[in-house]
């Protein structure tokens, strides 16, 4: 017997407390020494390991001093350009993938026509939104902190908010432009002399990003409050837009989709557009993908200060948590409305621009996660950018976590699962629950009996045919844990804290279910959350889908856990009083999209679904029963596709939240619509 094996069938717990006081002196006594051995044996450890980090930058630098390594200089530069052009074909994956690339990148050409100066509205239809009558009277106040800004970027950002077709609002301007920029302030009277919406205050000194726009919101009398930076850009329709939403559904916070743009060019020279999910505050605790252009109620802001300057930098973010905590419905409007000029001092163009943001950013989020009452958690940024975090949130207890796999033959496919999660897991408090199902061979029945030393795994046995659904719900009566993991017989885990990072979300109060990353055996990706409405038959399908696992994703979104309306069966956390409570998975789906309709339920009890990239596995998806996309069992899926459809009708039409309607339906790598 091995190690592991022992380990899984010795699961006596020895609890000091209830020993008498002598033993319970001599078991502290006899821990403290065995601590301190260890810490004895790190220290030295540590020491080796420095000494020989002092020799070898000792090494190092006689090297870089050589004739011969300044010599190399030109051959070490082309040598890291080889290997970053490397890099960059390796997180493609493929030819395929490379081509995918280069074909995304035309399409995004194609739609920066779209979304530029072409798309501002007509003077016929300019005119139509200024007479339009809205229901209610909102004055927007808008916020411009001004510090030297070019006269250039100045007067366009004027521009735009006169050109505004929603008229009903108040520009605040303050000024802490030193005696060199004295031209701002020219340039605001003459703009403050022609149009009395426009209020100029001159600082007497720079009180930076936070009290420059502290001083403007004293000024401001509107209703709702917009934030806009000096050097930027806003569609003339931005706010009427934002009316409509406001009027339509009693938003009181609200942002679009936006663009950055080139610095002394127009708006229509675009570098990356950013369209953007509906609210999700799982992804904005990660990334502050809110960020422009954010307009709310005032009343948000009573007992609190609208910018902090412990944050600058990244104040703005802390502000978007803060307020959205609050607000009683945040809308996003799915247009680019919103154009942030990038160039040399901006964030746009380089956050290295203002390091300090990145300490402010976490700083935001730790402040946050606080409030709302998380302890002892770890934000970490990721490889996708210094400002997009990995939370590790604390696992509460030690609760019982059932595993149900179900199985039919494939002896190889589910020894490889079960052995993976025996060998990976650092999770020790778990059961695995094995549903077998009309198996035939006697290989799979050896195998079973194998499993009999282990205390935490047990078979149990479904006689019907093959109905997932039903296989999942039978192994699901069968659990003690607190928590389950539907989990199929195909995968096989891969991280080795695969059970905690799947566990700290699924511990939430207002989260239904936590889904995986997973691979297929080509390391290109599989599942990354599912969008309702994509792929052929309009039902539902998987983003990201044949990525290279290197790959950052849109947006970084392959480097963070978020909010997504479905994930997948194959690997599938959730608390078993929900899953009792609705039932389990549907059996009027056999096979497929029980999952989706599973996570749908969730979210129609207004719980959030998380994706989280930190739990990987690989998936040999359908290994053990094949396709669906031949035969009887295409006829299956096309029932069930329908029944889906019928059941989640207004869903569909409404689209996902989590998907902007920018993008494509018929794609599932964020190419945008043209």
């Known amino acids: 017997m091995d190690k592991l094996e022992e380990n899984q069938i010795n699961t006596t717990e020895i609890r000091p407390e209830e020993l008498p006081e002598e033993e319970q002196l001599a078991y502290y006594r006899e821990a403290y020494f065995r601590e301190r051995k260890k810490a004895a044996n790190l220290a030295g450890r540590l020491s080796d390991a420095n000494a020989q980090v002092e020799d070898l930058s000792g090494k190092l630098e006689r090297i870089k001093g050589s004739g011969i390594w300044k010599l190399a200089k030109p051959l070490r530069s082309f040598y890291h350009l080889i ?29 920066r026509t779209q979304h530029g100066t072409a798309s501002f509205p007509t003077p016929e239809e300019a005119a139509r939104q200024r007479e339009t009558k809205f229901p209610r009277e909102i004055r927007f ?26 008229e009903n609002w108040q520009l ?43 001083e403007c919101l004293k000024m401001a009398t509107g209703d709702y409050i917009g934030l806009f930076d000096h050097d930027d850009v806003l569609h003339p329709s931005a706010l009427f837009e934002y009316m409509k939403k406001i009027c339509g559904e009693g938003a009181d916070y609200l942002y679009c989709d936006e663009t950055t743009f080139k610095g002394n060019k127009t708006i229509d020279d675009m570098l ?71 160039h ?42 210094e400002t997009i975090f990995r939370v590790k949130y604390e696992v509460q207890g030690n609760p019982k976590i059932s595993i149900v796999i179900p199985n039919k033959d494939h002896v190889e496919d589910l020894s490889r699962c079960v052995d993976s999660i025996l060998k990976q897991s650092t999770y020790d408090n ?74 700290m979300y699924a511990q939430r109060d207002d989260v239904g279910a936590v889904g995986a990353k997973l691979y297929y055996e080509d390391k290109t990706i599989q599942h990354a959350g599912i969008v309702i409405g994509l792929g052929a038959h309009r039902t539902a399908g998987h983003t990201h889908y044949r990525v290279a696992q290197t790959n950052l994703g849109y947006m970084g979104r392959l480097c963070y856990a978020q909010n997504v309306t479905a994930v997948t069966g194959a690997c599938l956390m959730v608390k078993r009083t929900l899953y009792e409570e609705l039932g389990g998975l549907d059996d009027s789906f056999a096979v ?83």
């Open 83 to 111: 290997k970053r052009t490397k890099e960059r074909v390796g997180n493609y994956g493929s030819p395929k993938g490379i081509a995918r690339k280069i074909r995304n990148k035309m399409i995004e050409k194609r739609a």
């Open 141 to 166: 106040s808008i916020l411009v902190p001004l510090y030297n800004t070019p006269r250039k970027f100045l007067t366009e950002m004027l521009d735009s908010v006169l050109n505004q077709t929603y």
């Open 172 to 214: 605040c301007l303050a000024d802490g432009s030193d005696q060199e920029h004295g031209y701002v302030g020219e340039v605001c009277g003459e703009y403050g002399a022609k149009d009395k919406r426009i209020c100029y205050r001159k600082l007497e000194k720079n009180e930076g990003i936070s009290g420059n726009t502290n």
């Open 272 to 342: 990356t557009l950013h369209f953007k999910p509906d609210f999700a505050v799982d992804n904005l605790r990660a990334n502050n993908y809110i960020c422009h252009f954010s307009v709310f109620d005032k009343k948000l802001l009573e007992g609190m200060e609208l910018f902090r300057s412990r944050f600058d930098g990244s104040q703005d973010h802390d502000m978007i948590l803060r307020l959205t905590s609050r607000a009683k419905h945040v809308a996003h409007v799915p247009k680019l409305l919103y154009y942030w000029r990038s």
């Open 344 to 385: 040399k001092a901006s964030v746009a163009a380089d956050i290295n621009a203002k390091s300090y943001a990145i300490e402010a950013a976490r700083g935001a989020v730790a402040d946050h996660l606080r409030v709302n009452g998380f302890e002892n958690f770890e934000i970490v940024s990721t490889k996708a950018f």
């Open 430 to 503: 778990y059961e695995i629950i094995i549903v077998e199902n009309n198996s035939v061979t006697e290989e799979i029945e050896e195998y079973y009996k194998s499993l009999d030393k282990y205390a935490n795994i047990r078979v149990v046995r479904y006689e019907g045919a093959f109905h997932y659904s039903r296989i999942n719900n039978f192994g699901a009566s069968f659990a003690t844990g607190e928590y389950l993991v539907l989990l199929n017989n195909d995968t096989q885990v891969i991280s080795i804290n695969w059970l905690e990072e799947l566990l």
């Open 592 to 674: 497929a999209l029980n999952d989706v309709d599973f996570c749908l339920r969730l979210r129609k009890k207004g719980l959030l679904n998380v994706w989280n990239p930190y739990c990987e596995l690989y998936h040999f998806e359908s290994i053990s029963r094949g396709l669906d996309d031949e035969g009887e069992k295409a006829g299956r899926y096309n029932e069930e596709a329908a029944r889906f459809r019928e059941k989640w009708k207004e869903e569909l039409e409404k689209g996902d939240p989590y998907y902007n309607p920018n993008f494509s339906l018929d794609r599932s790598d964020y190419a945008l619509k043209v």
